[in-house]
């Protein structure tokens, strides 16, 4: 069968990289294909060619046997392509039907609005989201938005749909509901082109795979035909060890002691100690309430309860600066929201949130915020042109490392991670992994917040479970099981293994 879309010999060059170096690929009728590289090997590149966000130097885009050029996304979508995005592309002044449908009102010229609704309360229904069309945008959270970005690809006959990274955000039951939706897709006959960095998601939906290294194909073939291992050595270049790095490290004083914490609606009486050389694991759900009980402990909410020592002094932080002064910082998860200036170069943003270290009397001195930049952006594997490049030229996993280089950069006591390793390849995790080891070893404290299993028990001296807000287990290393701590967050059992 002919596929319904080509493309052949792709070129795309940026000042200082070769994004995609003579690149073809076949999607086909009623079949999911896989893309697979490192962080900036081309993927979301290959995805804005095919939605004409970005034209090609060279190369073609043929379309059920029509060659095609995008001069606009317009265009794309009118050929038939539909794609969610890896960073959401809406506007969040507007409705969630309004989002959907911007761009191809129904109705012709005459909006006719009982109709987006109620085709945008079927589309919704479709994936299970509850919220109402009416909705404004800016109230849902990253994954109710996610799943508008999902309903706005539905909302048209797309014969080609492209999902860039869409499971990042989402939890564990919407993860399960989307891989039905894709399933459903393809046996309407569409074509799917799926992008992750996650080989359990590739293994379950893809039929066939293609691997991108530095802008150029290293392989193809059927996922039923190949191994994890295969994957990894052709993406990475050598084969990677999955093991963590767990370092023995001498577990000091106490430094940050959370008694109680509570706010109205999101965690309740959060209480723990957490110590020098320590990584502490806070394990659960999305939407368990973790990361706004840590980031109440940054400053970034105000808590109706309890009370935070650092130190052994007492910390009411009323705003970020505050925890900053005190030694706290944390790394969120949402770096378009909370991480990065994405118009900034790679050097401002990670000197941002410590510009008083680079300080010479009036002036800040740029050679010190490039040794600092250079330092860190090594460590964590920053892929990049020059230290100058606008983060937002940057590929979706080399911005989330320029976040947490950011934070790190202000020399903190306690460090908060809020899934730490969101998007970022399997190579480049391994370096993250091992620099958490390697701050711990110097005298760090880390709360490590993540929704990888594998990851928490591999690094994390101890493990606290949140579940509807509070902390409803908590294990030390060597006394928990995946088991036990999965049965913990989904609220099956209460567990308190001496913790
Ligand atoms: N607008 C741009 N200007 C300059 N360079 C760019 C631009 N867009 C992408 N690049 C560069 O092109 C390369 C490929 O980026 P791309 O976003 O396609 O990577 P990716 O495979 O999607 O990675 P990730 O897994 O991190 O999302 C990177 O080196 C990136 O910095
Ligand atoms: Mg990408």
Redesign the pocket.
Known sequence: MAPVLSLSHISKG??G?Q?LDDVSLTLERGSVTALI??????????VKILTGIYTPDAGTVNVEGRDRRFATPKDAWAAGIAAIH?ETVMFDELSVQENIFMGHMPGGRLIDRTAIRDRTKELLARIDADFAPETPLKRLSVAQKHMVEIARALSHEAAVIIM??PTASLSRHEIGELFSLVDQLRDEGRAILF?S?KFDEIFRVSDRWVC?RD?RKVGEGLTAEVTEPELVRLMVGRPIDQVFPKRDVVIGEVVLEVEGLSNATEFADISFELRRGEILGLYGLVGAGRSEAMQCVFGLSQPTRGRIVMEGRPLAPRAPGDAIDAGISYVPEDRQEQGVVLPLGIRANITLASLARHARGWFLSSSSELDATRALGDRLAV???SWE?PV???????QQKVVIAKWLATQPRVIILDEPTK?I?IGSKAAVHAFIGELVADGLAVVLISSELPEVMGLADRILVMHEGRIVARFARDAWSAEAIVAAATGAVAADRAA
């Open positions: 940026f000042p990289v994004a590289g490192e962080n900036g090997a081309g993927k979301s590149t290959i890896q860039d990274e992008i960095h991108l802008g892929k990049a042109a490049q937002m030229e940057l590929s979706g996993g080399n998007g390849d």
